[in-house]
């Protein structure tokens, strides 16, 4: 009877397992709170991953997974031991408010854990999907590569950020090209992908003490591909450090940790790329407990222009005289800081400053006209005397630097972004990635690290006519989705195609007048430029008068018009007062202003737009003026490669 019995409880044991062991061979699904987006998870005989809108499939299955070396490839023949869902309504008040003073985190979540230590995390927004591994195993692991990336259509259409080597500045261009021609290639990341009106940007947050990753042209779609470990480097000169050996593997890291979020930021309609901020919300959270030092503002920068200077009684030059004049501009325009870019040290000694600039000088000048002044500095140098050269910027009490030409994502340099970072806030400075690969959440977690290059910004144009008004509608739906971008708006000398030369000492950019004046309220970046030269801004008063009136921090931010590469029109507000830009591509185009988003109130519109003849004299901008109320309706009048920009103020 004891035999029996014992028998009998081992079934009924058999049959509670039976039906666990039958739901862990099934797909298991996860939906966004307003069930548009699904995700599938299949976790039989591999791990793998696929999206759905609506009816739609955007992601085919996808295989995921890390191998570690000594251990296996977790994701192959997962044993699911138990899930957790959970839905999370919250908010967020970052430090730096880039798109919105108030960010909604809004998901639903799903965890699988697996035996062998690992979990897989994946949450379902709204706007749209990301997963990440956590592992919980003893000492170190070596990650000998992830499995990752995205299975598409073939026919599905790709902007190209193209790649050709991991050792880059991530700065692109994007060509559109289908999936299937992608083939073979290296892809930078953003990189976004277009399924009918459907568009989706693959990215990264939570980038910590791990490799950044770019994406590989397959068959069936685009793979994960990971810099690997560095072993050895040769150093060219003082900024250009190739890697020369590399392990067989990735990364040597903590075993019990979380991984890089990857992310799928997903929209119906390109428009709903610029408001995303998943980078943001999947960041980990700052660990910068005072913050209060920390202040967004514009700056003049010296180099785009070269420090060319007209209508001075003096030569200018690298020189204190000249920066003496910087200084005075920005605080006669109400600018925060000034950049002293390349030329104020010699290179390779960040404590060597050349005879011609007087440092305690220009500090003290500036400290006592409100100015903070940013020193340019080369990642190597800085590398090999961090602890004394910022010692000394904070010293001479410098309000930041400017780290250039890292051109690396490896584990090593991603975690030399953030010992620059941690290092920076502890002396009150702050920190502009110049040189640098896209933004993966540091912002976050460090907020004092305000603004990132991996851009082909306005800088190109010393060198290349394929800075087109094209691009510049381009970025902001990829690169601009990853977080803020140093893209060096504002040139005063403007020109059509047909008309524009390349010139390093005398750049002039493509578009018109009013395109640039745009690009203040477009383009977001905590740290925002002033590229061109003060004695150009004084030769044009109205547009220096607008632009010193923009902020570069946002309350609320929406979406008027937006289309991929032709045109985009975005409503910023400040306080009580809204700021709107508009930018065409390569055709000029009429959009409406629809002003409902405006408050009771009576309000007075003053703009800046594209002039009756700035379809053939890019500089061709006129101001315009007009009392508006939230029922107002009137017309944007884009030029080819045009612009439209106004601030919109409570009435008196």
Known sequence: MKHLSLARRLAGALLLLAPLASHAARPLELSSPDRQLRVTIDTSERLALAVSHGATPLVLPTPIGMTLTGIGTLGDKPRLTGQQRQS?????????AQKSRVVRDHYNALQLDFAGGFALEVRAYDEGVAYRFRTNLPGQVTVEDEQAGVNLRPQDTLYWPQEKSMQSHNEHYYQALTVASAEGKLVGVPALVRNGNLHLVFTESGL?????????????????????????????????????????????????RAFPWRILGIAADAGGLLLNQMPYLLADPQELKETSWIRPGKVAWDWYNGNKLYGVPFKAGLDTRTYRHYIDFAADNGL??????????KLGDLLSVKPEIDMPELMAHAKQRGVGIILWVSWKTLDSQMAPALDQFARWGAAGIKVDFMQRSDQWMVNYYERVAREAAARHLLVDFHGSFKPSGLQRTWPNVLTFEGVKGLENNKWTDKQTP??????????????????????????????????????????????QLAMYMIYESPLQMLADSPSQYRANPSSLEFIRQVPVEWDESRVLHAQLGRYIAMARRHGDSWYVGAMAGNDGCDLELDLSFLGDDSYQLESMEDGPNAAVFATDVQKGSASVTRSTRMTMHLAPGGGWAAIIRKAN
């Open 88 to 96: 999370v309504d919250t908010t967020v008040r970052p430090v730096v």
């Open 208 to 256: 910590r003490d791990y490799p950044g990753l770019y994406l590989h042209g397959e068959a069936a779609g685009l793979k994960a591909i990971f810099p690997k470990v560095a072993l050895a480097e040769t150093a060219r000169d003082d900024r250009n450090v190739p890697v020369t050996q590399e392990a067989p593997y990735i990364a040597r890291t903590e075993g019990k």
């Open 336 to 345: 925060e800081y000034i950049i002293m870019d390349e030329g104020w040290y």
């Open 470 to 515: 094209e691009h510049d509608v381009t970025l902001p739906f990829i690169r601009m989705f990853a977080g803020p971008v140093d893209y060096t708006p504002g040139a005063m000398s403007n020109a059509h195609r047909k008309d524009f030369v390349a010139s390093f000492d005398r750049p002039m950019s493509q578009g018109t007048r009013a395109h």
